[in-house]
């Protein structure tokens, strides 16, 4: 079945350090690719998407590329906050077979924290 | 524009009662999907509905059930329930044929 490896956390890092947190996945087909971040007693909030392969998802100063030779995409950062403290998802959206329509499947999640 | 939302946020059940929790999709969308999110985990799809049917599934046992209304808002039901099933439960929604799912703020249950 699909599955979704992460960086083994939590990370700790200082303002303004660079942030990389990896991800490979193991999927059926080209999936959509998602990274989504989950603050403190909220749900899923959508950070980047990329859609097929090479495509480089941003948002916020966060990036990651769809690399579908190695099935990774990794989430990077050049300067993080305090305010980006919190745990970041990485999940492939896969097509149920043979239709348009599909599910994701989640990693065990990151933790990011910040300090000043 | 409001975004998902979802009742109650928090709910205490006894093992072996039944629960619902409810959903309402983002304006425009027609397709929710349910997750379960254990504490530490990452969420597990539930299952999906999209004009009021069952689309696809997960791995949840027939505990797990749900429906869809014709104004596209979506409950969850649970019986018997099992300590095991003490979650955060999230509701997403999005157009149909939409990559992107956008989440509601989520139920947490708690079983005793």
């Known amino acids: 079945g699909d599955s979704v490896t992460q960086m083994e956390g939590p990370v700790t890092l200082s303002e303004e350090a660079f942030l990389t947190i990896n991800c490979t996945y193991t999927?059926?087909?080209?999936?959509?690719l998602f990274w989504y971040v989950q603050y403190p007693g909220e749900g899923l909030q959508l950070l980047l998407k990329?859609?097929?392969?090479?495509d480089k998802g941003s948002n916020k100063g966060f990036e990651a590329t769809y690399r579908k030779e190695t099935t990774s995409f990794h989430l990077e950062k050049g300067s993080v906050q305090v305010s980006d403290s919190a745990v970041y998802f990485c999940?492939?959206?896969?097509?149920?077979?043979?239709?348009?329509?599909?599910?994701?499947?989640f990693g065990q999640g990151t933790i990011l924290t910040v300090h000043p | 524009d409001a975004g998902v939302t979802q009742s109650p946020t928090h709910l205490i059940k006894t093992r072996g009662q039944q629960v619902t929790l409810r959903c309402s999709p983002k304006?425009?969308?027609?397709?929710v999907s349910w997750y379960q999110q254990a504490l530490g985990q990452g969420p597990q799809f539930i299952f999906q509905?999209?004009?009021?049917?069952?689309?696809q599934r997960g791995n949840f046992p027939d505990r797990f059930s749900g429906h869809q209304f014709p104004n596209y808002s979506s409950e969850l039901n649970v019986n018997a329930l099992l300590l095991g099933d003490s979650a955060l439960y999230l509701c997403?929604?999005?157009?149909?044929?939409?990559?992107?799912?956008?989440f509601g703020p989520g139920t947490r249950l708690t079983v005793t």
């Open positions: 997403a929604s999005s157009a149909n044929l939409d990559m992107v799912q956008y």
């Open positions: 999927a059926t087909g080209y999936p959509s």
């Open positions: 990329a859609t097929k392969a090479d």
């Open positions: 999940a492939p959206l896969t097509l149920a077979g043979g239709t348009s329509y599909g599910k994701l499947t």
């Open positions: 304006s425009g969308h027609d397709t």
């Open positions: 509905y999209y004009e009021e049917e069952e689309r």
